[in-house]
């Protein structure tokens, strides 16, 4: 049995005093390391070597070229307005010289592209920027770094045609307002693909007029009630090391608190991805904070775990329980209870490059929750190490066997780790068809795509090209590959039907997460799309599932093509309206390449709900693991939604309760409850429509909880 929550809060206090200790040197350290290094992506002495050679004596030729590698140096570490004067000097010098190469006409593209948007879509942000296509508030008032830009895009078109040198060029015209007579007919890009005959209603970016618009590079998002007071509260993370983490309270009058410091959130610098789960069983939640990916060996900085005091702060406790060394880099991670006995484990998916040398031998870890708020990693004996480089985890019980098993995207072949019910894991992907996308893929997950009751997994794959967006825009070949979906048939069988369900479309997902964006119970996907190049502008994409047979692309008519570049994404009701929005954080990798935060409030489709909030009393506090089947009633007849509770996504920062949309239901025939600890399932019968239930594992009924309804404070 858990100990009370009452319990444990007294215990706590005590623990606040003694157990704080404030984490910014020891990462303002790392972030001072990091940024005075080469790293490739963060790393600043690249610009001190280039400036340094600029110094001395160099032919025209060779000074010519200096100039533009450090032009591109400079946007990437954001001295935007410096490296404009650079190409502009490179390239007058290459004009004396002889032909322009064209591709220093495209890296001057480049530079005036990035400048334009720091100086419409960042220094004057609105609800419209950068969102595909460019409309409104999105054309750019500040026009001369875009026409600039367009300048050295036809020029660059003028000596070599690709087709992502002509995407840009629209996107750029589109910034202008001069989509599309302002272009060549030969060049220009049609709209038509990006179309859509259904209808979800239009979503608007409000996080400008409520504070929630921070500027970052990529990070991870999670939108959870921290406090436990029916108000979901908002935390973000970038990558960049110098960037707190952000706590932004539901004052659930339509505006957010921010909370970062009196959370003791913003001691916490860094992260690419954001977790959250009550992995101490004292009915709050608790946030992982992941670190180091893609950094190589410069990457091995360690993770936090961040204890939830009740109180509205947090506690960094990651040494305390055992996570802290050794540090490995990762982006990834799951809660999950492998032993089924109470309390829950953790999963995280390093980047190991075992293969290419010794120092890059990062496996993955499985740390095993001793029931003292102390973790032992048993990897190695439960036969779960990976030993490829890891970008996403998800955890489900494929096989409805009652115990959680393991998803695994690798820049690589992925694996399936299927829990043998006595401690160990066997990869079961290859004989089961499943390690594709083998190349690069992520992100991962589990969930019922056709509400059958069973798992099914997608994966997506992250090889496709700004080049592929635009052939297929074009209506021309590629060669990028596919997202798999992988239908569950039962008995461990799965069979892809990707093509089946309109998936096989070249996308490039940074961040991704799914949800139900018209509440119709039918989830949906939202991917966030983009890769490190400053070039890589392109919509982020929503795929609404029409009754499981197929995924529409809403994109443009729902209004979320956001151009930057895309992250951590939760589907979450924040207005408890009956609709979830959707908190997206938005940035690149790249010091210069950062971006502000957009929150999408859903329009609303007037669907019925259930939203439900599990508390297991032998199965984990927060349910992780459960499985809920909804029998509902509706004109056209009966049926059956499904819903698995945990963390059944690598990108997702949704919360823990379950927000169920119900369509055009008339009634709740009934709700079942699968636990899996106690291996009981409970039936509750003739549920109330549209409103928050509280289900507590063993007990008969359901308690009724006040879901607090309020309007935004916007300016409409």
């Not at 591709?103 to 609800?127: D, F, K, T």
């Not at 309206?577 to 329009?603: R, T, V």
């Not at 823990?656 to 409970?682: C, H, Y």
């Amino acid at each position: 049995m858990h100990p009370s929550a009452c319990i444990l809060a007294w215990l706590a206090l005590p623990l606040l005093a003694q157990d704080f200790v404030p984490q910014r040197p020891e990462f303002e350290a790392i972030a001072d390391q990091l940024i005075r290094s080469h790293n490739p992506y963060l790393g600043t002495a690249q610009v001190g070597d280039l400036k340094a050679r600029l110094a001395t004596d160099l032919s025209d030729s060779e000074r010519a070229k200096t100039l533009a590698m450090f032009a591109l140096e400079l946007i990437r570490v954001g001295r935007n307005e410096e490296a404009a004067l650079r190409i502009d000097e490179a390239l007058a010098l290459a004009k004396q010289i002889g032909p322009v190469a064209p591709e220093l006409h495209g890296l001057r593209a480049r530079v005036y592209l990035r400048l334009a948007e720091v100086e419409n879509c960042i220094e004057n942000h609105n609800s419209d920027c950068c969102i595909f296509p460019l409309a409104g508030g999105g054309i750019h008032s500040k026009r001369e770094p875009a026409i600039q830009a367009k300048k050295s895009l036809l020029d660059y078109l003028s000596l070599r045609r690709t087709f992502h040198g002509a995407w840009l060029l629209n996107l750029t015209a589109m910034a202008l307002g001069e989509y599309p007579e302002g272009l060549p007919a030969s060049l220009r890009i049609p709209l038509g693909r990006f179309n859509s005959d259904h209808k979800v209603g239009r979503f608007r970016d409000i996080a400008p007029e409520l504070g929630l618009d921070e500027l970052s590079l990529c990070g991870g998002t999670i939108v959870e009630d921290f406090d436990n007071d029916g108000l979901l509260d908002i935390v973000t993370s970038s990558y960049d090391p110098m960037t707190p983490l952000a706590f932004h309270r539901n004052a659930g009058d339509g505006t957010f608190e921010n909370r970062s410091k009196i959370s003791r959130l913003d001691d916490q610098r860094g992260g690419l991805n954001l977790i959250a789960a009550d992995y101490d069983n004292d009915g709050d939640a608790d946030i992982l904070v992941l670190r180091g990916a893609w950094l190589f060996d410069d990457g091995r900085i360690r993770n936090s775990l961040l204890r939830n005091n009740g109180n509205g702060t947090f506690t960094d406790v990651t040494r305390a329980a055992g996570l802290a060394d050794p540090a490995m880099p990762t982006q990834s991670a799951a809660w999950l209870d492998y032993d089924n006995d109470g309390d829950l484990d953790l999963y995280v998916g390093n980047e190991s490059r075992k293969k290419e040398s010794e120092a890059g031998d990062y496996p993955s870890q499985l740390f095993r929750n001793n029931g003292d708020s102390t973790f032992t990693d048993v990897a190695k004996q439960a036969g779960v190490t990976n030993d490829r480089y890891c970008k996403g985890v998800a955890a489900g019980d494929f096989d409805n066997d009652g115990d959680m098993d393991l998803y695994l995207s690798n820049l690589g072949p992925n694996r399936l780790y299927r829990n043998e019910g006595n401690g160990q894991f066997t990869d079961v992907a290859p004989e089961l068809g499943l390690i594709e996308p083998a190349k690069r893929s992520f992100a991962p997950w589990f969930f019922d795509a056709d509400n059958d009751g069973w798992l099914d997994i997608f994966v997506s794959a992250y090889d496709a090209k700004l080049d592929d967006i635009a052939s297929e825009a074009l209506g021309m070949p590629h060669e990028a590959s596919f997202p798999r979906l992988y239908h569950n048939n039962g008995e461990s069988a799965f069979t892809d039907i990707a093509a089946r369900m309109n998936l096989q479309h070249p996308y490039l997902p940074m961040g991704a997460n799914f949800g139900d964006i018209d509440h119709d119970g039918w989830l949906d996907i939202y991917l966030g799309t983009g890769d490190p190049s400053f070039d890589s502008l392109m919509p982020n994409v929503m795929l609404r599932n029409d009754h499981g047979e197929v995924f529409q692309d809403v994109t443009v008519s729902a209004g979320l093509g956001h151009l930057q570049k895309g992250h951590g994404i939760a589907f979450a009701d924040l207005d408890n309206d009956g609709d979830q929005d959707i908190f997206h954080q938005l940035g690149g990798f790249y010091p210069g390449d950062k971006f502000k935060n957009a929150l999408f409030e859903n329009p609303g489709r007037g669907s019925r709900f259930v939203y439900v909030k599990l508390v297991g009393t032998k199965t984990n506090r927060s349910g992780f693991g459960a499985r809920l089947a909804l029998v509902v009633q509706t004109p056209g007849g009966e049926r059956t939604i499904h819903r698995a509770v945990g963390s059944v996504s690598s990108f997702g920062g949704s919360p823990i309760r379950q927000e169920i949309g119900l369509g055009d239901a008339t009634a709740i025939q009934s709700m079942k409850v699968f636990w899996p600890v106690s291996n009981t399932t409970q039936t509750f019968n003739n549920l109330p429509l549209d409103t928050y239930v509280r289900i507590t594992e063993g007990a008969e009924g359901i308690e009724r909880l006040s879901l607090k309804k309020f309007a935004f404070k916007t300016a409409r």
